[in-house]
Structure formats: structure tokens, C-alpha cells
């Protein structure tokens, strides 16, 4: 029998077990036997319970969506300058942010 959502087979091997030495794999069992099938569904209630550093990182993630790519301010401060002709180059410091990266690169 062919699952109709990903197309494996019911013989084909699903997921590796983690752990093991003999290189078997788990299928799932609701697939081949009811009773099974009857129990995971009467269980469908999970539940997940997160940390405080999860909480933590997960403010920390919409703040950061929240925040724009681009600083407009800084753009905008730079446009003026540029019209204005009194924007300056720090060639040294040019120089130090390339050497910097090169580094990296190695």
C-alpha cells in the first residue's frame, strides 16, 4: 500500500532508530496495525511546555523580525551629506574592515 501524501510504500524503510548498532529502521505502526491506530488517536491530546531561555529566545526573534533592515535614519544622513558634498571616506578605516575580512576568509 502506497502512502498518498509523501508516496512511500509501507515496506520501505521511514526513519533510522537512533541509538542503534543494527541499522533497522521504525515504520509506523498505526499504518499496519488497528489497535495501534485506535491508541495513537486517543492520544492526540500533546502537550509542550516551553523554558524560560525558549521564552526568552522567542521574544528575542519578533524583536528582531520587527526591526528593518535598513537604517533610514543613518541612509537618509549619508544622501545629505553626499548632495552636500562634505561626506568623508576614512580610507584607514576602509583598509582595517578589508584586511579584517580577508582574515576571515582564511
Known amino acids: ?32 496495525d488497528p489497535a495501534a491506530a485506535a491508541a495513537s488517536s486517543a492520544q492526540a491530546a500533546d502537550q509542550v511546555t516551553l523554558t524560560s531561555s525558549a521564552r526568552s529566545l522567542q521574544k528575542i526573534e519578533e524583536t528582531i523580525a520587527k526591526t528593518p533592515v535598513v537604517n533610514t535614519d543613518k541612509v ?15 580610507a584607514g578605516r576602509v583598509a582595517g574592515k578589508l584586511l579584517q575580512f580577508e582574515s576571515g576568509l582564511k
Open 1 to 32: 500500500m502506497t502512502n498518498k501524501i509523501s508516496g512511500y510504500s509501507t515496506a520501505e524503510p521511514v526513519v533510522p532508530i537512533k541509538g542503534s548498532n543494527s541499522g533497522g529502521v521504525v515504520a509506523d505502526k498505526a499504518q499496519n
Open 76 to 90: 537618509k544622513s549619508i544622501k545629505q551629506q553626499l548632495d552636500a558634498g562634505t561626506y568623508k571616506v576614512d
